[in-house]
C-alpha cells in the first residue's frame, strides 16, 4: 500500500489489518517518529524509483508541503535525470500544477525530454517557455536543440538557430556544438560547417561536433583535415575526438594513419577509456589488421560487451567464423551479457561460412534466451545466410513472414542471391517486391539486367536498360582506394579505356599477358553487353577499380609488402580471379575489402573459399 493510500484512509480500529512495510516505508515511518515532519527532501537521496518518489511526494502533502517550488523542483529533476516515458509524463504533471515556473524548471524538462524517447515534447515546452515572456538561457538552447537532433526535426532546428541569433548568442560557446550536432544529426553537415566557420575561436567540442558530423555522413576526410587544424591549434584532442578521427580510419581503410592514430593515443593516456580500445579493435579490423585487432583485444584489462562484440565482429568479416563463435563462448564464460551487435557478428559469421543450423540457433537464442528483439540487420544476415547456401525459396518465405514491413536492403540482399544462383523467375519477383518500395536504386536493374543476361533473355536485358533511362535511375560506379604513404589513391572503373596510356594503364596491360601465362582467363560472361567483341569485354574488365588499385600497389610499394584495397561494391568474380593469380605471381598478399566482406588472397587463394 503507498503512503498517499494509507493517509487518505482511516481505516476501522477493529478490522484493520496492517499491511506489510517496505523498506522505504519503514523509513518514512521512522523518520516521522524521531523527526519533526518539516522536510521531506532528507529522503530524497535514499530514493531509487518512481514508486517512491511518489511516496515521498505523499509526505509532502501530509506536512502542507505540496506546493513548495523548492520541493517541486527536487522531485521534477529526480525525474528527469534517468528519463522515460512514465518518469516525463510524471514530471510534466508535476511541472503543470507549478503557477509561476521559472527557467530553470524549463531547462530541467527539456533536459529531461532530449533524453528520452519523446524528445519532440521539448518543442511546445520551449514555446511555452517564451509565451511565458522568459529569456533562454545558456542551458536552454543546448537541451532544445539536443532534443531537435533526436526527434530529426530540422525545421524546428533552424527555427531556433533563428532566434539565436536575433539574441545574439550565436558566437556562444555552449550553443554551438549544439547547433552542429543538430545539423549534422538531421543530416545537413554544409550547415553545421557554416555554423563552426562563423565561430570566432572554437573550441575542442565544437571541433568534436563537426569532426563527429563529418564522420557520421562519410566524409572522413574533411574530419581528417579538421583534426589536423585542431591540432595546429594546440587544442588537446579527448577520447571523443579520437572515437571520430578513428572511424575516419577505417572509413578509409587507412592502416598507417591509423597506426599513427594508435600511437598518439597511448601517447596521450587515452587508451584509458574502453571506448577508445574498441574503436581500435574495429578500425584495425576494417583496415584489414586482424592481427593487430586481435593485439588491442588481448592488451584489454577490462572488456565489456561491446569490446567483446568488436572482436567477434571483426573475425566475422575476415571469414573466420568459427572462431567468432569461440570467442562468443568465451565472452559467455567470463559473464559478459551479449547485446545485438555480438549476434549481428555471429550470424554475420554464420552467413559467410554457410553454417546454416548455427544460423539459425543463435537466432532463435536471441529472443528466447536472452529477450533481445532481432532487427533489420539481424534478419539481412540470415536472408544472406539462406541465400547464400541456396535456399532462395525459404529465403523468400522468410522475408514474407517478418513481423515488420521488409526494407528494401532485406529484398535487395535476396536479389543478389538470385543472381548467384542463376534464378530469373524468383529474381523478377523479388525486383516487383523492392520497386514496391524504391525503384530508384541503380543497382537493382544491373542485378537483374546481369542476370537476364547470362541466361540469355537480351529482350528483358532491353526492356530493363530502357526503364532505367526512362527513369533517370543512374548505376552507381564501383570504386576503389588504395593507402601508400599515407595518401588514400582512389580508382574508379572505367578508368584508362578512353585515355591516352599512362604508366599504371601500360602496367595492366603487361600484368594481363603474365596471368593469362599461369591460367588466367579473363570472364567476359560478366560482360553484359551484346554488341561488344571479346577483345572490348576484355580492355572493360581490365581496367575495372580493384584491379588498377592492385596494379597502383604493385607498382609503388615495396615488394613482399601488403597490398590493402577497399571498394565501394561487391567484388566482381573475375576480379577475384585475378586477385587470386597476382598474389602467387608477385608472392604477395592482398587484402580487399568489398562491401560484403574481407578477401585475403595469399599463395593463389582466398580466405573465402570462394564462397563469396
Known amino acids: 500500500m503507498h503512503?498517499?493510500?494509507?493517509?487518505?484512509?482511516v481505516p476501522s480500529?477493529?478490522?484493520s489489518i496492517s499491511p506489510p512495510k517496505s523498506k522505504f516505508n519503514e523509513k518514512i515511518s521512522r523518520f516521522e517518529t524521531l523527526n519533526p515532519p518539516q522536510n521531506p527532501l532528507s529522503l530524497l537521496p535514499k530514493c531509487t524509483s518512481l514508486k517512491e518518489l511518489k511516496q515521498i511526494q505523499a509526505f509532502t502533502i501530509k506536512t502542507h508541503l505540496q506546493n513548495d517550488l523548492n520541493f517541486l523542483t527536487k522531485f521534477i529533476n529526480f525525474c528527469t535525470k534517468n528519463p522515460t516515458f512514465t518518469s516525463m509524463e510524471y514530471a510534466h504533471k508535476l511541472f503543470d500544477n507549478i503557477s509561476q515556473p521559472d527557467v530553470v524548471l524549463f531547462n530541467s524538462m527539456a533536459r529531461g525530454y532530449s533524453r528520452s524517447n519523446t524528445p519532440i515534447q521539448a518543442i511546445p515546452l520551449f514555446s511555452q517557455l517564451l509565451s511565458f515572456g522568459f529569456l533562454p538561457d545558456d542551458y536552454t538552447f543546448p537541451s532544445v536543440l539536443k532534443a531537435c537532433s533526436s526527434a530529426k526535426a530540422l525545421e524546428e532546428g533552424k527555427q531556433i538557430h533563428c532566434l539565436v541569433i536575433k539574441l545574439g548568442l550565436n558566437h556562444n560557446i555552449y550553443i554551438c556544438p549544439s547547433l552542429i550536432s543538430m545539423y549534422t544529426e538531421c543530416n545537413d553537415v554544409d550547415s553545421a560547417r557554416r555554423v563552426f566557420d562563423k565561430m570566432l575561436d572554437p573550441c575542442v567540442i565544437s571541433y568534436n561536433?563537426?569532426?563527429?558530423?563529418?564522420a557520421k555522413c562519410s566524409r572522413p576526410n574533411e574530419a581528417?583535415?579538421?583534426?589536423?587544424?585542431?591540432?595546429?591549434?594546440s587544442l588537446k584532442p579527448t577520447d571523443v575526438t579520437m572515437l571520430s578521427v578513428m572511424s575516419c580510419c577505417a572509413l578509409l581503410g587507412a592502416l598507417d594513419l591509423g597506426k599513427w592514430m594508435h600511437e598518439y593515443v597511448k601517447k596521450n593516456g587515452l587508451d584509458k577509456y574502453i571506448k577508445v580500445s574498441t574503436a581500435l579493435i574495429d578500425m584495425y579490423a576494417k583496415c584489414g589488421s586482424l592481427e593487430d585487432a586481435i593485439c588491442v583485444f588481448e592488451n584489454m584489462s577490462i572488456?565489456?560487451?561491446?569490446?567483446?562484440?568488436?572482436?567477434?565482429?571483426?573475425?566475422?568479416?575476415?571469414?573466420k567464423g568459427y572462431k567468432a563463435i569461440e570467442t562468443f563462448e568465451e565472452m559467455r564464460k567470463a559473464g559478459v551479457q551479449p547485446d545485438e551487435i555480438t549476434f549481428l557478428g555471429l550470424l554475420y559469421a554464420c552467413s559467410h561460412n554457410g553454417l546454416v543450423d548455427e544460423g539459425w540457433r543463435f537466432f532463435s537464442n536471441m529472443s528466447d534466451k536472452y529477450s533481445i528483439i532481432p532487427g533489420i540487420k539481424h534478419y539481412g544476415c540470415m536472408v544472406d545466410l539462406l541465400g547464400r547456401t541456396g535456399n532462395l525459396d525459404e529465403a523468400y518465405k522468410f522475408i514474407d513472414e517478418l513481423p515488420i514491413k521488409p526494407t528494401p536492403i532485406l529484398w535487395r540482399t535476396l536479389l543478389a542471391a538470385c543472381s548467384s544462383h542463376g534464378d530469373v523467375e524468383l529474381g523478377k519477383r523479388v525486383i516487383e517486391?523492392?520497386?514496391?518500395?524504391?525503384d530508384s536504386h541503380g543497382g537493382d536493374y544491373v542485378i537483374l539486367s546481369n542476370l537476364c543476361a547470362r541466361a540469355g533473355r537480351w529482350e528483358e536485358v532491353d526492356f530493363l536498360r530502357k526503364l532505367m533511362n526512362d527513369r533517370g535511375v543512374v548505376k552507381v560506379p564501383g570504386c576503389s582506394s588504395i593507402e601508400v604513404d599515407n595518401v588514400v589513391h582512389?580508382?574508379?572503373?572505367?578508368?584508362?579505356?578512353n585515355t591516352v596510356s599512362t604508366s599504371l594503364h601500360k602496367a595492366l596491360d603487361e600484368l594481363m599477358k603474365e596471368l593469362k601465362m599461369v591460367g588466367y582467363v579473363p570472364d567476359t560472361s560478366l560482360v553484359f553487353h551484346a554488341e561488344m567483341g571479346e577483345v572490348e569485354k576484355e580492355i572493360s574488365l581490365r581496367y575495372h577499380s580493384e584491379k588498377l588499385a592492385i596494379g597502383y600497389g604493385l607498382l609503388n610499394t615495396p615488394p613482399g609488402s601488403t597490398i590493402r584495397v577497399v571498394k565501394n561494391l561487391r567484388v566482381c568474380g573475375d576480379c577475384h580471379s585475378a586477385a587470386k593469380h597476382i598474389s602467387q605471381i608477385f608472392d604477395r598478399q592482398i587484402?580487399?575489402?568489398d562491401v560484403q566482406r574481407f578477401h585475403h588472397f595469399r599463395n593463389g587463394k582466398c580466405s573465402c573459399g570462394d564462397f563469396w
Open 3 to 9: 503512503l498517499f493510500v494509507a493517509m487518505a484512509t
Open 13 to 15: 480500529p477493529v478490522t
Open 209 to 214: 561536433a563537426i569532426i563527429t558530423g563529418y
Open 224 to 233: 581528417l583535415s579538421l583534426f589536423r587544424e585542431l591540432q595546429v591549434k
Open 303 to 319: 572488456r565489456d560487451t561491446a569490446a567483446w562484440s568488436a572482436m567477434i565482429v571483426a573475425y566475422a568479416t575476415h571469414g
Open 433 to 438: 517486391r523492392i520497386f514496391e518500395l524504391d
Open 490 to 497: 582512389e580508382f574508379f572503373s572505367g578508368d584508362g579505356v
Open 591 to 593: 587484402i580487399l575489402r
